[in-house]
């Protein structure tokens, strides 16, 4: 049994910043490939960024140069810093845990980018 729970996630000003968290247990962590996504409504689950085991970051156009995804396997937690966040930023932001082709998801927490 593989849980994730994320948490970080709240209501910020344009230009603001945020650290969102993701706490899994009940597995080996530094397996795992870790990634975020998110969800606006009406539109799909997107990518926002990944590290995987042993692998390097990725991130989708759209935050590079403002999101930094990092992981602590020592604490069994993945991390996204986001900076200069914007309006488009505000969805329900999603934890992912990947081993060998097994997603697992967290329940996800809410970002909301307003004035």
């Known amino acids: 049994q593989v849980q994730l729970v994320e948490s970080g996630g709240g209501l910020v000003q344009p230009g603001g910043s945020l650290r969102l968290s993701c706490v899994v247990s009940?597995?080996?962590?530094?397996?795992?490939?870790m990634a975020w996504y998110r969800q606006a409504p009406g539109e799909q689950r997107k990518l926002v960024a990944g590290?995987?085991?042993?692998?390097?970051?990725m991130y989708a156009d759209s935050v590079k140069g403002r999101f930094t995804i990092s992981r602590d396997d020592a604490k069994n937690t993945a991390y996204l810093q986001m900076n200069n966040l914007k309006p488009e930023d505000t969805a329900v932001y999603y934890c992912?845990?990947?081993?060998?082709?097994?997603?697992?998801w967290g329940k996800g927490t809410l970002v909301t980018v307003s004035s």
């Open positions: 992912n845990a990947d081993l060998v082709g097994t997603p697992y």
């Open positions: 590290i995987p085991s042993g692998g390097r970051e």
């Open positions: 009940g597995g080996f962590f530094n397996a795992y490939s």
